[in-house]
T-cell receptor, first 117, second 122 residues
Framework: AQSVTQLDSQVPVFEEAPVELRCNYS??????LFWYVQYPNQGLQLLLK??????LVESINGFEAEFNKSQTSFHLRKPSVHISDTAEYFC???????????????FGTGTLLAVQP | DTAVSQTPKYLVTQMGNDKSIKCEQN?????MYWYKQDSKKFLKIMFS???????INETVPNRFSPKSPDKAHLNLHINSLELGDSAVYFC?????????????????????FGSGTRLTVV
């Protein structure tokens, strides 16, 4: 079975400071990796994903995540955060698919990024 | 032009009632899902349908019955609502990666979520 661990339930940080949100996963087979963001009282938006290729993936709003297979991690980083980045961040995995229906997403418990002025 | 739309956005109802939540996607995806987000924000899969066929049913009480009239719609009906059913329910869709699809398609691979339905049972 697969599982996702986000050890930090809340990460307070000052505006313009760097931040790292940690994500570790457990799986006996290869997986796809995702980060989703949920702003207050809103739905889930895809932030970035790793499917294959370069292990460093970037989003359009300055976030990046690096897939580390040996450490089974997919930590999310941003060099300088803004107040508007305050949201809940979810790491998720799904089984690698080589045909047929896609597989379910398995989520971590989420990390609240609280950016303070 | 909403990709995955759910209705209603908010639903307040009394214990014992029966209610439905509707979901529609216009992305042409072949797989749809229902996820439940509890009060601690934990997200868990409930059901998954692929081309109108149920493929995932995750130990959900049989008071919950999904229905997929076509691959663009997945509705959730809940009978005899209980206090513990209060949560946010998210619909999502995705497209399978068949071996015949070009490699470039993987750039669009992912799951698209609706904006959620906040169900409150009183």
């Amino acid at each position: 079975a697969q599982s996702v661990t986000q050890l930090d339930s809340q990460v307070p940080v000052f505006e313009e400071a760097p931040v790292e949100l940690r994500c570790n996963y457990s799986s006996s087979v290869s997986v796809y990796l995702f980060w989703y963001v949920q702003y207050p009282n809103q739905g889930l938006q895809l932030l970035l994903k790793y499917l294959s290729g370069s292990t460093l993936v970037e989003s359009i709003n300055g976030f990046e995540a690096e897939f580390n297979k040996s450490q089974t991690s997919f930590h999310l980083r941003k060099p300088s955060v803004h107040i508007s980045d305050t949201a809940e961040y979810f790491c998720a995995v799904s089984l690698r698919n080589y045909g047929g229906a896609t597989n379910k997403l398995i989520f971590g418990t989420g990390t609240l990024l609280a950016v303070q002025p | 032009d909403t990709a995955v739309s759910q209705t209603p956005k908010y639903l307040v109802t009394q214990m014992g009632n029966d209610k439905s939540i509707k979901c529609e996607q216009n992305l042409g995806h072949d797989t749809m899902y229902w996820y439940k987000q509890d009060s601690k924000k934990f997200l868990k899969i409930m059901f998954s349908y692929n081309n109108k066929e149920l493929i995932i049913n995750e130990t959900v009480p049989n008071r919950f019955s999904p229905k997929s009239p076509d691959k663009a719609h997945l509705n959730l009906h809940i009978n005899s609502l209980e206090l513990g059913d209060s949560a946010v329910y998210f619909c999502a869709s995705s497209q399978g990666l068949g071996p015949e699809l070009p490699t470039s398609y993987t750039f669009n691979y992912g799951y698209t979520f609706g904006s959620g339905t906040r169900l409150t049972v009183v």
